[in-house]
């Protein structure tokens, strides 16, 4: 009986990661392997434990960010195109329209192989942390990688989108509305729970004595970590409540310490330890604009913690304010701290963010996700058989 056959193109494989490589793993840990086989190229790869067929390749740490690094495609292709005869994918998955994305879209499109992607990453807003705004040459960065990310998009034939509002950003990016298709992220219920068992243990070893401001992500400037710092300042100014908690690491880990000197820093956590510091905190604070979609807040509210998230970004397709969540400008350091005082106090409020945020975050299941997608792509690449077999 024939397999859907998967070829995956990635620079970076390394599980918690980020919320890309979380969505590659949850997909790898649940697909059919009855049904699929899945084959990879990547860069780096970590925490795969299932035998694959696997084309590592060369890679290049990044100069503006050391916590990152692309594949480089250019002196093995001779590799890639050997690898790709012995894979002869049905279909071929790439992440992202990075030079490896790029050079194997080609390949494919030559081949006449159909390509997915899903849109994990706004690499456009991305610019603005790392080129100054009194650079000249801002803008015409920011139009030569729409350029190179509008060509990719539409080069594929089915690109995932997070969210709706992504999905217009696409659109207002230049990408075929005919080619996107929503797709969602989800979390695991059997980790991502109410439990409030580990409460003591948790909360005595750090000593920690204050409702808990808790913020759970990779530590790096596009994440609006500057607003964090203020927000945490203007606690330290008002008596310093609330103990903040940080988990995560990344290129800003050390000067954000220093600029959080009373906050509590984990370091990378796994989602183990993630759900219990999600249980025991008392505010979920997110103010990052650059989430395509924001896996740490479905996480947060299916643990039973109130969210408050910046208006932008795909934090807005997640939070309807005030119901589920809460809203409010990415820079606005007064209304973060107004909203985590109304959340601590005002117990009426807090169950309301808390319940609504349950059964939001209860609809959204990695199983079944991972199921759609399959299903997507097999038709995509007209392999029939595997939604006769799914259905």
Avoid at 11 to 17: A, E, M, T, V
Avoid at 172 to 199: C, H, L, V, Y
Avoid at 279 to 298: K, Q
């Amino acid at each position: 009986m024939p397999k859907l056959k998967v070829l995956l193109v990635c620079d970076i494989l390394i599980r918690d990661y980020d919320g890309c490589n979380r969505t590659l793993f949850h997909i790898l840990d649940r697909y059919d392997k009855e049904n699929v086989k899945i084959s990879i190229i990547s860069g780096k790869i970590e925490g795969l434990d299932q035998p694959m067929q696997v084309l590592k390749l060369p890679n290049l740490t990044l100069p503006f960010n050391q916590d990152y690094s692309i594949a480089v495609p250019y002196f093995v292709t001779n590799d890639i195109h050997q690898f790709i005869d012995e894979v002869n994918p049905d279909i071929i998955h790439i992440t992202s329209p990075s030079l490896l994305g790029s050079h194997i879209q080609c390949i494919a499109q030559k081949r006449r192989i159909p390509v997915s992607s899903i849109y994990h990453t706004d690499f456009i807003g991305y610019i603005s942390y790392y080129v100054s705004a009194y650079n000249p040459l801002k803008e015409l960065i920011k139009q030569y990688f729409s350029s190179v990310a509008r060509k990719f998009y539409n080069g594929c034939d089915v690109v995932f989108a997070p969210t709706s509002a992504s999905r217009d950003y696409l659109i207002d990016m230049g990408i075929e509305a005919s080619k996107i298709s929503i797709w969602q992220r989800g979390i695991d219920p059997t980790i991502f729970r109410q439990n409030g068992d580990n409460a003591p243990s948790i909360l005595q070893a750090q000593n920690i004595q204050k409702p808990i401001v808790f913020f759970a992500s990779r530590l790096v400037w596009e994440k609006n970590l500057e607003t964090l710092v203020a927000v945490y300042n203007l606690s330290v100014s008002q008596g310093d409540k609330y103990q903040f908690v940080v988990g995560g690491d990344g290129l800003a880990y050390q000067e954000l310490k220093e600029q959080m000197p009373n906050a509590i820093f984990l370091g990378n956590l796994t989602q183990i330890e993630l759900s219990k510091w999600y249980n025991h905190a008392d505010v979920f604070v997110f103010p990052s604009i650059t989430e395509t979609f924001g896996n740490v807040i479905i996480e947060a509210m299916s643990c039973g913690l109130p969210v408050i998230a910046a208006n932008g970004g795909g934090s807005v397709s997640l939070i309807n304010h005030l119901e589920n969540g809460v809203l409010v400008t990415h820079d606005d350091a007064t209304s973060y701290f107004h909203y985590i005082e109304k959340i601590v106090h005002d117990s009426a409020f807090r169950k309301t963010l808390i319940k609504n945020g349950l059964n939001f975050s209860s609809k959204l299941s990695w199983p079944a996700l991972v199921q759609s997608f399959f299903e997507s792509i097999s038709s995509i690449a007209k392999f029939d058989h595997f939604k006769k077999v799914a259905s």
